[in-house]
């Protein structure tokens, strides 16, 4: 079966920073995009980044120069460097892949389990 199992998360002051990580196992014929959200309390989850194999990226407007997203393609892991972390970035990261499994004709999306990240002074 296809995980996604996610790290890195924790609490950290005000400006200060996390790195997240997010590897993949199982099978698969191609993984497309590797992605992190994240769902603030009594918030809907939203797009924070997103990465495609070619190394692609895209940001939210509310991290763009502060988070970074990067892959592993070798390793099937995809990573979120968090800088110049701020309270309002509370909230549980998910990350989240839309690949196609081996022997499969079909892309489907997989979740992680979620991240804790508090940031308080």
């Known amino acids: 079966q296809v995980q996604l199992v996610e790290s890195g998360g924790g609490l950290v002051q005000p400006g200060g920073s996390l790195r997240l990580s997010c590897a993949a196992s199982?099978?698969?014929?191609?993984?497309?995009?590797m992605d992190w959200y994240r769902q603030g309390p009594g918030k809907q989850r939203e797009l924070v980044a997103t990465?495609?194999?070619?190394?692609?990226?895209n940001y939210a407007d509310f991290v763009k120069g502060r988070f970074t997203i990067s892959r592993d393609n070798v390793k099937n892991t995809v990573y979120l460097q968090m800088n110049s972390l701020k309270p309002e970035d509370t909230a549980v990261y998910y990350c989240?892949?839309?690949?196609?499994?081996?022997?499969?004709?079909?892309?489907?999306?997989?979740w992680g389990q979620g991240t804790q990240v508090t940031v308080s002074s």
């Open positions: 199982g099978r698969f014929f191609k993984i497309n995009g």
């Open positions: 989240h892949i839309d690949a196609v499994p081996r022997g499969s004709p079909f892309t489907y999306d997989y």
């Open positions: 990465s495609v194999s070619d190394g692609t990226t």
